[in-house]
């Protein structure tokens, strides 16, 4: 199925290509620190693969252009999981994955709208991207614009009450310009999600609050594309909601299996392995 978009029609590079890159980019920035969080990074490669390169409307030498659709980054710790992309895309150049966390460096571990190009909000203080974007699509309808915005939460930002009042006011206000997608990787800063606070049943939650909901694999591109598609081809006055379960650290198998993957300890001499893990496993 062809992008919806001009501009990403005509590639030759597959999206699991694209997703491998992602992974790719983040792990040699991990590297460059020695951490980072490389589980969340490899855990939505897939889904940032989809919205860059067969979702999204952007131009990369402009990346304020007022037409573009905006992607917002509720959760500021998966800053290193944008920037990857945003290197892929050429928004960033790849040279700047070398000072990824260092002093003056526009790629702090934290995602911060005044330092990164292609980044539209700070959102390290979970739970607000929501409301933030809430506001965003209000002003695109107010400008007559018909941009897009999509945000990427966490389950854990499932937990503060600010998500919720921002969910009612989106379904109040029948924003069908927002795409909320929720990395659902069951895990949170102290464990499981579904342990420390479940969120479940999910869909209906969101249902009830009046979206239009769709619950799917993240780690499955295709699902993740059609899902999209459904979310933006959707009649309903409504706002749209795509639920992706993944798995942290998808892609390196050995990093996958790590009990504490919220922050997962990579020691120095994994990274190389990993990067060789994840080479042996390129989309052919
Ligand atoms: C309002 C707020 N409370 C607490 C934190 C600290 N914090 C940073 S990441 C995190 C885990 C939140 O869950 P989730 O985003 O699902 O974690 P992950 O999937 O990345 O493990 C927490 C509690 C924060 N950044 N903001
Ligand atoms: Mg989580």
Same mark, same amino acid.
């Given at each position: 199925?062809? @992008?919806?978009? &001009?501009?990403?029609?005509?590639s030759n590079?597959?999206? !699991?290509?694209?997703?491998?890159?992602?992974?790719? /980019?983040?792990?040699?920035?991990?590297?460059?620190?020695?951490?980072?969080?490389i589980?969340?990074?490899?855990?939505?490669?897939?889904?940032?693969?989809?919205?860059?390169?067969?979702a999204?409307?952007?131009?990369?030498?402009? !990346? &304020?252009? &007022? +037409?573009?659709?905006?992607?917002?980054?509720?959760?500021?710790?998966?800053?290193?999981?944008?920037?990857?992309?945003?290197?892929?895309?050429?928004?960033?150049?790849?040279?700047?994955?070398?000072t990824?966390? $260092?002093? +003056? @460096?526009?790629?702090?571990?934290?995602g911060?709208?005044?330092?990164?190009?292609?980044?539209?909000?700070?959102?390290? @203080?979970?739970?607000?991207?929501?409301?933030?974007?809430?506001?965003?699509? #209000?002003?695109? =309808?107010?400008?007559?614009?018909?941009?897009?915005?999509?945000?990427?939460?966490?389950?854990?930002?499932?937990?503060?009450?600010?998500?919720?009042?921002?969910?009612m006011?989106?379904?109040?206000?029948?924003?069908?310009? #927002?795409?909320?997608?929720?990395?659902? /990787? /069951?895990?949170?800063?102290?464990?499981?999600?579904?342990?420390?606070? @479940?969120?479940?049943?999910?869909?209906?939650?969101?249902?009830?609050?009046?979206?239009?909901?769709?619950r799917? +694999?993240?780690?499955?591109? +295709?699902?993740?594309?059609?899902?999209?598609?459904?979310?933006?081809?959707? =009649?309903?006055?409504? !706002?749209?909601?795509?639920?992706?379960? $993944? $798995?942290?650290?998808?892609?390196?198998?050995?990093?996958?299996?790590? &009990?504490? $993957?919220?922050?997962?300890?990579?020691?120095?001499?994994?990274?190389?392995?990993?990067? =060789?893990?994840?080479?042996?496993?390129? !989309?052919?």
């Open positions: 199925m062809d @992008s919806p978009h &001009e501009q990403h029609r005509g590079i597959s999206l !699991p290509e694209r997703a491998y890159r992602i992974r790719r /980019n983040a792990l040699r920035m991990g590297e460059v620190q020695g951490q980072g969080y589980g969340q990074a490899l855990g939505v490669a897939d889904i940032l693969a989809v919205s860059y390169f067969y999204l409307r952007y131009k990369p030498e402009d !990346p &304020e252009w &007022e +037409d573009r659709d905006r992607f917002c980054l509720s959760i500021g710790h998966y800053a290193i999981a944008l920037y990857s992309a945003l290197i892929e895309a050429g928004i960033l150049p790849e040279f700047e994955l070398e990824y966390g $260092t002093d +003056d @460096s526009r790629l702090p571990m934290s911060m709208v005044t330092y990164t190009p292609g980044m539209e909000i700070t959102g390290g @203080s979970l739970g607000h991207g929501l409301g933030i974007c809430v506001g965003m699509c #209000l002003g695109l =309808k107010r400008k007559k614009s018909s941009s897009l915005v999509y945000n990427l939460m966490s389950d854990g930002e499932l937990g503060e009450g600010s998500t919720w009042e921002a969910a006011s989106a379904a109040h206000h029948g924003l069908d310009n #927002l795409i909320a997608i929720v990395d659902f /990787n /069951n895990q949170q800063a102290d464990g499981p999600s579904t342990q420390m606070l @479940s969120s479940e049943p999910i869909t209906d939650k969101f249902a009830a609050f009046g979206w239009f909901v769709q799917v +694999d993240g780690n499955d591109i +295709d699902a993740v594309r059609d899902a999209f598609d459904q979310a933006r081809s959707h =009649k309903g006055k409504q !706002p749209r909601v795509v639920i992706c379960d $993944t $798995t942290m650290c998808k892609g390196v198998p050995f990093l996958e299996t790590r &009990e504490i $993957t919220h922050f997962v300890r990579v020691e120095p001499d994994e990274w190389e392995k990993a990067l =060789k893990v994840l080479d042996e496993g390129r !989309p052919q």
